[in-house]
Nanobody, 130 residues
């Protein structure tokens, strides 16, 4: 059973940094597509970044390019999202997602579509004040 647990959220001022973690369990981490999505109040869940678990291919939404970095520690089955230069518009609940469909793997996990991922964590809140 796939389980994903996020941590690391909090409240920061604009320009600050946070690092989110997502620890996976219950399945073989390698060769899954791992993703960070976020959902602000009243808005749809949107893709932030993806990475191939065990690999190096990454993908970023335009809104976070140059500010956020997705990376992983395969020995810990853990994915991270380093967020620098945070803006108030980054305020949202951040979710970790995972899946391993042929469609995703053929695209090197590049996706900002919530429907591509079946497995989700409970989310961690990020609040950025101006």
């Amino acid at each position: 059973q796939v389980q994903l647990v996020e941590s690391g959220g909090g409240s920061v001022q604009a320009g600050g940094s946070l690092r989110l973690s997502c620890t996976a369990s219950g399945y073989s981490y390698i060769n899954y597509c791992m993703a960070w999505f976020r959902q602000a109040p009243g808005k749809e869940r949107e893709g932030v970044a993806t990475i191939v678990a065990g690999g190096g291919s990454t993908y970023y939404a335009d809104s976070v390019k140059g500010r956020f970095t997705i990376y992983q520690d395969n020995s810990k089955d853990t994915m991270y999202l380093q967020m620098n230069g945070l803006k108030p518009e980054d305020t949202a609940m951040y979710y970790c997602g995972a899946d391993r469909t042929a469609s995703l793997l053929l695209r090197s996990c590049r996706s900002n579509y919530v429907g591509d991922f079946r497995y989700w964590g409970q989310g961690t809140q990020v609040t950025v004040s101006s």
